[in-house]
């Protein structure tokens, strides 16, 4: 899955923002604020935007685990640890954004 997949999924499936475009850059444009502007979100290799999916995350899950061991980034939301939903990547952006994309698809969400 390419960063242009990867974000496209997180700014329609989690966020439910609309994509205006994308950038020269290949990043989504999206409308966040609904006041017309347009920015630019990539959190698969912006490192703000990916902090801003974990606190959107943190709010609807009950655990969430990140942590770094033999040169991979290790990130986890669920209901509770078991380490079956753990994504594992090189980049912590990665690593996070398939966390929350995996987290999603199993609606690890709480009621």
Known sequence: MTNKEIDTLIVNKLFG??????????NPLVDKYGN??????????????TWEVVNYLKDKVEFFNLDYEDGLWNCEFGREYSGENEVSDEKVELAICKAALKAIDFKYWIN
Request: glycine share 8%; aromatic share 20%; net charge negative.
């Open 36 to 49: 017309g502007m347009e920015f630019p979100f990539s959190p698969s290799t912006n490192i703000e935007n």
């Open 17 to 26: 923002w609309d994509i205006k475009g994308y950038n020269s850059y290949r």
